[in-house]
């Protein structure tokens, strides 16, 4: 394959446009949950560094990064370093196949908004969040801590429950769209959402992704009330802060993909595509912590049996009749 | 349907949150707003005068054996005329923990507590009120009480004058 | 390049999997092994195969190791101490079925004459049709193999009165 230095130069910067807005946003998005969930509890919220407290994830970032970085004793010392990095870059890398924008033209070419246009994109976001949960998993095991090691049991054990019922209520959308490539999904999208044909495949891939990015109806491997803080417990400073800047670019990265699936991503009508996706992926973010204001955590038992019991039977029974459907169809 | 109420409840409790979200914060800003406490908050510690403008407290000690941290400590002197007063009374307001037991336990009614909480410092050695750091020029929550008008030792009025008080009985004298 | 990135992506492989058969602490080897995994999925992204790769990560490094690290941690198996190297006599047998691949293996190269594959990645449509309507019949043999599997489990794992 050979690339022109146009061709190269302007997917350095879709990579460096996607990591800096990502990281930006997923810092705001810690100041919005802040500030989303005072307003819940009829509080005003983080609002003292500058105006209305814009500047606080900066003021996190530099306590964040000033602080000791510690290290238990008894700790594997390699796998408790390397795990935050191996929660936050799956999900980075996720958003490499989310077309975020309409194609445009600039320079004589034509410009995919999205890193990559993968023809196993769908696939490679199932293997990307499978692999998320080592950060979770061994993160908890290194540090030589109860708390954090049966949180990262509990990681272990919603991945697998809810892994599985994520990946089966995507199927329909494959089978309308035809093809693992988000761009074609996209496309097929534009006449009509595929949320109108598959709601329940939604929903059950809305739970799926709250349970995916551990958030509170299924927040058991961090469960601050039974679990101090789960498998991050032992962790301080700015690798404490990779955990959780993570779960927030899953949260972005995650409302993206579920946008892309069934919200038909960047198609909207009057306003631009980029904006629509945009808008789209707040609004998820602002659901999940809409949630998280709400909700109360389940107990365990309650989450496997509703993983495997409920949400896999339905999602298959999805399956089988848009299968019909499509059949009869024609 | 169970699962129907299920969803019912979700959604009711989805609803009172989001309309708690426009409501109007009972937040107050602390530094700029500042609320009223109450006359009996307790908070930082005052000695008090009597309404003749002497000390009320007679160091004896019952504040200090009270205290459940042991934060206050005094020597106690008399003067010629029988007068008790502390020589130096020291609260260390690190230790104490505003319970107000000292208050509850002073005979005299000098140790009070007041509604002023803004007694941080960066020096923790500030928080060490000496005797005249504490003691005021008032008479605190009760305006009229003074120890010795009722206590029949000769130091405010010669004995036997005192209010709810008999003349001394002449131990000498035969009569009944 | 790409003959480079193969080159680069096979060593960390052979690596990746020689240290995770020998590392005795279970979980680093688990993490060895998908490292190994990873890579393995790459060189298939190579050989312009993105769905093998794509299923090896999902698969192996996604479902399989997570089960196992999960029986691991959850069982406590993670002491490295108890572990001990098999005595000597237990490697023979292993050896000589290992030097049989390897000779196999180089017997094969010597005589390999190398065809350049077909232009263009093998897509999913292809996939699915070699899969579903060449090889449909064994796609349902194992897939009953595996319903059984599922039921044994279920019945080794019932509730006993």
């Known amino acids: ?330 | 349907m169970k699962i129907l109420s299920d969803i019912a409840a979700l959604l009711t409790g989805m609803w009172i949150t989001w309309k708690h979200m426009f409501r109007r914060p009972v937040t107050i800003q602390y530094p700029e707003e500042k609320r009223q406490p109450y006359p009996r908050y307790r908070a930082r510690i005052v000695l008090t005068r009597d309404p003749d403008g002497g000390e009320r407290c007679v160091a004896c000690q019952l504040c200090s054996a009270a205290c459940p941290v042991d934060c206050i400590s005094m020597q106690p002197t008399e003067d010629t005329d029988g007068r008790r007063s502390a020589e130096w009374f020291r609260i260390n307001f690190a230790r104490c923990i505003f319970c107000g037991l000292c208050a509850e336990a002073c005979p005299t009614l000098a140790i009070q507590m007041t509604p002023d909480f803004e007694i941080c410092t960066r020096d923790i050695m500030d928080l060490v009120y000496e005797k005249e750091d504490l003691l005021i020029d008032g008479c605190g929550k009760s305006s009229h009480y003074n120890f010795y008008r009722h206590a029949g030792i000769g130091v405010t009025q010669p004995r036997g004058n005192g209010a709810e008080e008999l003349p001394p009985v002449d131990v000498r004298g035969l009569l009944p | 390049m790409e003959t480079y990135l193969f080159y680069i992506l096979a060593t960390v492989t052979v690596i990746g999997t020689i240290l995770a058969i020998t590392e005795k602490h279970p979980v680093h080897a688990i993490v060895y092994l998908v490292t190994s995994f990873f890579s393995l999925a790459s060189i298939f992204f190579l050989l312009s195969a993105p769905l093998i790769a794509m299923f090896e990560v999902i698969i192996y490094a996604g479902a399989v190791m997570v089960l196992f690290m999960f029986v691991i941690m959850m069982l406590d198996l993670g002491r490295a101490d108890e572990a001990k190297r098999p005595p000597l006599r237990q490697w023979f047998l292993p050896v000589i079925l290992g030097g049989i691949i390897l000779v196999s293996i180089g017997v094969l190269a010597a005589g390999y004459v190398t065809t350049p594959h077909a232009p263009g990645a093998i897509t999913v449509r292809d996939f699915a049709v070699t899969l579903f309507r060449k090889y449909g019949v064994a796609v349902e043999i194992i897939s009953m193999q595996l319903l059984f599997a599922v039921v044994g489990a279920l019945y080794l794992g019932r509730r006993r009165p």
């Open chain 1, 1 to 330: 394959m050979m690339y022109d230095t146009i061709d190269i130069a302007l997917l350095l910067a879709k990579i460096a446009l996607v990591f800096f807005v990502i990281l930006t946003l997923a810092a705001y998005l810690v100041f919005a949950e802040r500030k989303v969930l005072a307003w819940i509890q009829d509080r005003k919220g983080p609002n003292r560094v500058g105006p209305f407290g814009l500047l606080q994830p900066l003021a996190d970032l530099i306590k964040l990064l000033t602080k000791e970085d510690f290290r238990p004793i008894g700790a594997d010392k390699w796998l408790f370093y390397l795990a935050p990095a191996m929660a936050a870059i799956p999900a980075i890398m996720i958003f490499a196949v989310i077309p975020f924008g309409a194609p445009l033209t600039l320079f004589g070419h034509t410009v995919l908004l999205q890193v990559s246009d993968l023809n196993v994109g769908l696939l490679l976001f199932m293997a990307l969040s499978s692999i998320a949960v080592y950060g979770v998993a061994l993160g908890g095991w290194a540090s030589n801590s109860k708390y954090a090691l049966l949180g990262s049991i509990r990681g272990l054990a919603q991945l697998i429950s809810y892994e599985l019922s994520m990946g089966l209520s995507l199927v329909p959308v494959v089978m309308l769209a035809r093809s693992f490539r988000l761009s074609d999904i996209v496309n097929a999208q534009s006449g009509c959402w595929f949320i109108v044909y598959q709601p329940l495949a939604f929903v059950i891939f809305l739970i799926s992704i709250a349970a995916e990015c551990k958030r509170i109806p299924f927040e058991l491997p961090e469960a601050e009330g039974e679990l101090v803080a789960g498998f991050h417990t032992e962790y301080s400073g700015m690798r404490f802060g990779l955990f959780f800047v993570g779960e927030y670019i899953n949260i972005i990265v995650l409302g993206g993909l579920a946008a892309t699936f069934f919200l038909g991503g960047w198609h909207g009508p009057f306003l631009p595509p980029v904006v629509w996706f945009s808008a789209k992926v707040l609004a998820f973010a602002f659901l999940f912590i809409w949630m998280r204001g709400t909700l109360p955590r389940l107990r365990y038992d309650q989450l496997m049996h509703f993983g495997w019991k409920i949400l896999t039977p339905l999602a298959l029974v999805n399956i089988v009749v848009t299968g019909w459907w499509l059949v009869l169809r024609g």
